[in-house]
């Protein structure tokens, strides 16, 4: 049965309501669910537990739509949704099981799934999502998105990605935020594309929730984004490795990168450090800065912290790490920000050690620390 937008309107008229149109509660649907074993995923029914309304693909997390427009040669679409339209969904109905009826259909119910398991796992570790991030509703998650992206002058097609873009805009001289997720066409990655893999959308949606808990704030009160480096490269590169934990947090999978991107070194069970080459580019300020490098060294400390003194009770100081970086003694002195990963370290470390109830096993955390810091754990 193909269900429509118009279902309400007709039922209305015998008084069943929009029960079938509004979903009450969790509903279960058929989703691309990438296992995190052996890069294998699978078709399987799950359950969604904040989607208001499934014929539109809207809830909680906000809206599932695509575009047919090239966001960079417009980016006016941005700042009031022009250009974005609903996805042509079937579903198939049986209890409150629905079941897509066409790889769109697929696709954004999946996509859909990917970003609110962002959602719940940051809810689970202590985010507030009504103070954090009040207009997560109107949030646009794309589906194919198509934009181009410069390379010197040539321009190329966006694909084998996925992004999160915090859109700042001015209307009527009003300034706000807009939240977009980007999920790119498919055309090389062999085994999980990018939207497809739950640890990646769950990566992107941990961009949203340390942009709203450190950087818009930063931007507004602080002067040091895109002037001092190696500072804001490191934030950048910080925001990258705790969308690498979260990713694994989500999955249950450490190896969640490597079944889009093989080649890429982001296995978080393979230990890495802040070696003085590393240090180095830190300071890049020519465009060449990589932050999934820095990134990455965070992440496999995180994760061997993590086996340490437990998983969540790690996932939730970094929660109370990204909401207190703006008063982090280390961090930040009055408007000043100055900081390396050995003082985001020292901020955690001593957050962990206040609220955590880790005991003993700080002494463990310490060493963690000192033995992949390189330069910056002198001072730990
Ligand atoms: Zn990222």
Sequence with gaps: MKILSTFCLLSALVLVGCSQ???AGPINAMVINYSGSACKFSVSEKPIYTLDSITDMRGAVGRVVRNDLDISSRPDILDDYFGFKPVDLQFSKSGTSYGALDSNTLFATSLYYSIEQGYLTFQKFGVDFGQAVPNLYETRIVHNAIAGRKNGVSLYEINDNAEFLAHQYTVNGQVGVRNFFFSYPTNEVKDVPLGLNIG????????????SLYFQNAYTNFDFLNTNKPTDNTFVALDEGMADYFGFMATGDPMFFQCSFPEENRNLTIPKAFT?????????????????????????????????IGYDVNARSLVQLMSNLSQCPDVINGTNVSADFGDIARCHFNLLNTRGNIGSQANDVRAIYQKYLGTYGGRF
């Design 21 to 23: 149109e509004k979903s």
């Design 200 to 211: 990646v959308m769950v990566h992107e949606f941990s961009h949203l929730v340390f942009n």
């Design 276 to 308: 003085q080459d590393v240090v180095s580019r830190m300071a890049l300020t020519d465009g060449s800065f990589d932050s999934h490098e820095g990134g990455a060294i965070w992440a496999s400390i995180q994760y061997e912290i993590g086996t340490r």
